[in-house]
């Protein structure tokens, strides 16, 4: 019988109690006016990403030579480039790639740091030692100095790869230079952003592996696979929710930084790092080439702030100052 009652589900009272934790932490979250804020400007820029390219009555890529270098007027309301092409246009488009990018790599850093996490913490002794000596290994090198070295150092060997497939296939897909940027980009981007959601769940694991629902997980014959995902990772899924808000905004700004450098998302695509890249070499004599997307992407990121911050506190109130 007693083994029945440690294998037995969790109790109702168990599941309301778990329940209402959520509930109050929702009220909590829609309490916080900031991360209301935030939370309207994301689903705004959600909504612009993926329908705003179809809104505009211009496409990106159109470019008009006698209206080169407008100031915003009724016909263009962010002004137009060097090239006449919108600005208001190539500022949507370039939401959607930073929503893409921030979204790509961030479920690819979390897959990678939960999982490395996971099992350090669970595991313990020299494993553990060896994937906490390779996320500081990770966390020591500088973020933009390692997408450097990965852009020089696979951009050569993977575009003559797809040169080599175009010759084979004749498949004009191969010849979108795109395909290249996005890889290199969500791989350096990924490599980089793993080790902190690593060492948070590590923190989150060694906290519960000792608890007595583990221990009696473990007395029960689980596999280790069961034991972790059914009660150890999803006490980290508070923690780790905060983490990937927060996480979010800084892969928009990463990304921005790694296309202002010129190793990131290349022109024709818009980037607002590429973008703001540009309209720094003519901010002088047309601000608004600079204006518009650093004014968009500082938005963006002040959103991801609020919500972080509400979440932080509406699932740790005891955190709050």
């Given at each position: ?108 850093a979390?897959?990678i ?13 020299p ?101 972790l ?13 905060v ?51 650093a ?27």
């Open positions: 019988m007693a083994v029945e009652t440690l294998a037995a589900p969790a109790s109702a009272a168990d599941i309301e109690k778990h329940a209402s934790l959520w509930s109050d932490a929702w009220h909590r979250l829609l309490a916080n006016r900031l991360a209301m804020v935030g939370l309207a400007v994301i689903v705004l820029l959600i909504l612009v990403a993926i329908f705003g390219p179809w809104m505009t009555p211009y496409d990106f890529l159109s470019q008009d030579l006698n209206a080169r270098n407008e100031l915003p007027n009724a016909a263009h309301w962010l002004g137009t480039d060097e090239l006449g092409r919108d600005v208001l246009a190539r500022v949507i488009y370039g939401a959607r790639t930073a929503l893409i990018v921030s979204l790509i790599v961030t479920a690819i979390v897959a740091g939960v999982t490395l996490g996971a099992i350090a913490g669970y595991a313990g002794g494993l553990d030692s060896a994937i906490m000596w390779l996320t500081d290994m990770t966390m020591s090198v500088p973020n933009l100095l390692l997408a450097v070295v990965i852009n020089a150092s696979l951009k050569p060997p993977l575009t003559a790869w797809m040169d080599r497939m175009y010759q084979a296939t004749l498949n004009p897909i191969w010849r979108n230079s795109l395909i290249v940027d996005f890889v290199l980009v969500f791989g350096a981007m990924a490599l980089v952003s793993w080790p902190a959601y690593c060492r948070l769940v590590r923190a989150q694991v060694l906290s519960v592996r000792s608890r007595n629902y583990v221990t009696a997980a473990r007395a029960l014959g689980l596999p280790t696979r069961v034991i995902m059914r009660y150890i990772v999803p006490n980290a899924i508070g923690p780790l929710i983490a990937v808000s927060a996480g979010l905004g800084a892969a928009m700004v990463l990304e921005s930084a790694f296309s202002f450098l010129g190793v990131g998302v290349n022109p024709p695509a818009p980037s607002w790092g590429n973008m703001i890249s540009d309209g720094l070499r003519v901010w002088r004599t047309y601000p608004h080439l600079l204006a518009a997307p004014a968009v992407l500082g938005i963006a990121t002040i959103a991801f702030s609020f919500l972080g911050d509400g979440l932080n506190d509406a699932l740790n109130p005891k955190g709050r100052k």
